[in-house]
């Protein structure tokens, strides 16, 4: 497609249920990154993709945090048994490598 | 490891006053730098980059030169408008850190009519 894709928009879930976000990146698009963006508050790095695998997986908060990416495309980040703290917008980011990044729109994940 | 460190906001301005938000790295190798911005209610994007030493980078009226004796980028206009308000959000991307794209905590501008 022609941008970053992000699926869904908003999301509301009640606490300790699962939820999946979607990613497309933009075609032929080497890097992919999830970022967390709390109200009023800056970016929090959660994951990075060079092609299908993670080299940097440190900013994940927890082992309920997981991501996975496959065909060197699509990009999905698993949160489960949601608690009202993982309440923010998701932001999916992708690049050529060591070039600019394009963001989608984001998910709004609410936890209630 | 590489990081980013912008002033803290939220900064308030005038319109037509002259706008400085300092950016500082720390990286291994010889990065790019980029500025984003983020307007309310909206996603973010690139405003601009520089790739190498002593580059300008500019756009809509907004420069920011990469400075490597200060490992420096920071992002100047000479004359803000109302529109200009945004969060400001300052990365780098470096090969010897993976390329992975790192970005500092974001300022805040406000501007006033």
């Known amino acids: 497609g022609a941008g970053v894709s992000q699926s869904p928009s908003n999301k509301v879930t009640e606490k300790g249920k699962d939820v999946e976000l979607r990613c497309d990146p933009i075609?032929?698009?080497?890097?992919l990154y999830w970022y967390r963006q709390s109200l009023g508050q800056g970016l929090e790095f959660l994951i990075y993709?060079?092609?299908?695998?993670?080299?940097?997986k440190s900013g994940l908060p927890s082992d309920r945090f997981s991501a996975e990416r496959t065909g060197g495309s699509v990009s999905t980040l698993t949160i489960q048994r949601t608690q009202q703290e993982d309440s923010a917008v998701y932001l999916c980011?992708?690049?050529?490598?060591?070039?600019?990044?394009?963001f989608g729109q984001g998910t709004r994940l609410t936890v209630v | 490891g590489d990081s980013v460190t912008q002033m803290e906001g939220p900064v308030t301005l005038s319109e037509e006053a002259f706008l400085t938000i300092n950016c500082t790295y720390t990286?291994?190798?010889?990065?790019?730098l980029f500025w984003y911005v983020q307007y309310p209610g909206e996603g973010l994007q690139l405003l601009l980059k520089a790739t190498k030493a002593d580059d300008k980078g500019s756009n809509k009226g907004f420069e920011a030169t990469y400075r490597k004796e200060t490992t420096s980028f920071h992002l100047e206009k000479g004359s803000v408008q109302v529109s200009d308000s945004a969060v400001y959000f300052c990365?780098?991307?470096?090969?010897?850190?993976?390329?992975?794209?790192?970005f500092g905590a974001g300022t805040r501008l406000f501007v006033k009519a």
């Open positions: 075609s032929g698009h080497t890097a």
């Open positions: 980011a992708s690049s050529f490598t060591g070039a600019e990044a394009f």
């Open positions: 993709f060079q092609g299908n695998s993670a080299p940097d």
């Open positions: 990365a780098l991307s470096d090969g010897a850190g993976g390329f992975k794209t790192i």
């Open positions: 990286a291994t190798g010889y990065p790019s």
